[in-house]
């Protein structure tokens, strides 16, 4: 039977993280992407080869890329506090389900019943670029339940009108950025093409014998900032490197780097330390390269880094 168009599945959609009031809905710059994994394992025998195959986990991985518009309710769902201001060994989906729902203007809803954060964006920050990398969400099973659940299911789908609406062109994010290492330690007043940071969880599945993989442990959090920076002489820029600190010194800084814009978007990296800093000379190379700063941890207040965004109107 030859295949008709019109039964070709496609079609944009919206994600929406969280329930109710606190619903945070999401559109995406070039698609979404819900990737079901269901692994599983072998049953090998040294007389037949592999007799079997049997499924040993369930996991759901939502990706897409945010289109760029900034609101403080999306800030809060791509950077959540947990990550700004870590607490190592807490768990990340915590007791109470936030369910993720896909909806495709083509009218079908698909939610996933429990789900969290488990990849920040990658923030650019440039005149020509809107914020927001990939980010990712990953759904696991509903908190004490198994697979086999037939009330409270891992997923379910419905048909339901779309009614979420068109992208939004206010708040786009696309603005000059400045970088400032405490006050007036190292100014960055302009870069080659913008600033990129870099914020890396990391997580450990927690697993069960009955149910699989039921939560993430967070385990730590990295934040890199780098840009190419315009102006900055060999002496500031060496003068700002660690290299004369003695081996096995801290380099966690006395201050923090603050990359903030008119359009309201501010990103800061709590006692930064400069980890790279190359110095070229050639007929069309900057003196500058690409410099790259580190977040370290602040003893008194337990923060990271900062993401926060101010309505410039």
Request: charged share 15%; net charge negative.
């Amino acid at each position: 039977m030859p295949t008709t168009r019109q039964s070709i599945i496609r079609g944009p959609g919206t994600v929406t993280i969280g329930s109710g009031g606190s619903a945070v809905k999401i559109f995406d710059k070039d698609g979404i992407t819900a990737e079901i994994e269901s692994a599983t394992q072998e049953i090998p025998s040294s007389i037949s080869g592999n007799l079997d195959t049997i499924k040993t986990d369930q996991i759901g991985r939502v990706s897409l890329t945010p289109v760029g518009n900034l609101s403080e309710a999306l800030i809060a769902a791509l950077f959540p506090s947990w990550a700004q201001t870590p607490v190592i060994g807490q768990s990340l989906l915590g007791s109470s389900d936030i369910p993720l729902q896909v909806h495709s203007r083509a009218g079908t809803k698909v939610v996933f019943t429990a789900a969290a954060l488990t990849q920040c964006p990658e923030l650019r920050l440039s005149p020509v670029a809107t914020a927001f990398g990939q980010a990712q969400f990953t759904a696991l099973l509903p908190n004490g339940k198994l697979p086999t659940d037939s009330t409270t299911k891992f997923y379910t789908v419905t048909s339901a009108t779309y009614a979420d609406g068109e992208a939004p062109r206010d708040a786009l994010s696309g603005f000059h950025y400045t970088g400032e290492v405490g006050d007036g330690v190292l100014t960055i007043p302009d870069t080659l093409d913008g600033w990129t940071v870099t914020p890396e969880l990391q997580l450990e599945p927690v697993t069960t014998d009955s149910q699989g993989t039921i939560d993430y442990t967070l385990t730590g959090v990295t934040v890199r900032a780098s840009c190419t920076p315009l102006g900055l002489t060999e002496s500031q820029l060496l003068a700002a490197l660690p290299v004369l600190k003695g081996r096995g010194a801290s380099l966690a800084g006395d201050d923090d780097l603050v990359i903030s814009s008119e359009g309201g978007l501010t990103v800061t990296l709590k006692h930064a330390s400069l980890v790279t800093g190359p110095i070229q000379w050639g007929a069309t190379q900057l003196r500058a390269g690409q410099i790259g700063f580190i977040a370290n941890i602040d003893p008194t207040t337990g923060s990271l880094f900062s993401v926060s965004y101010t309505d410039p109107d």
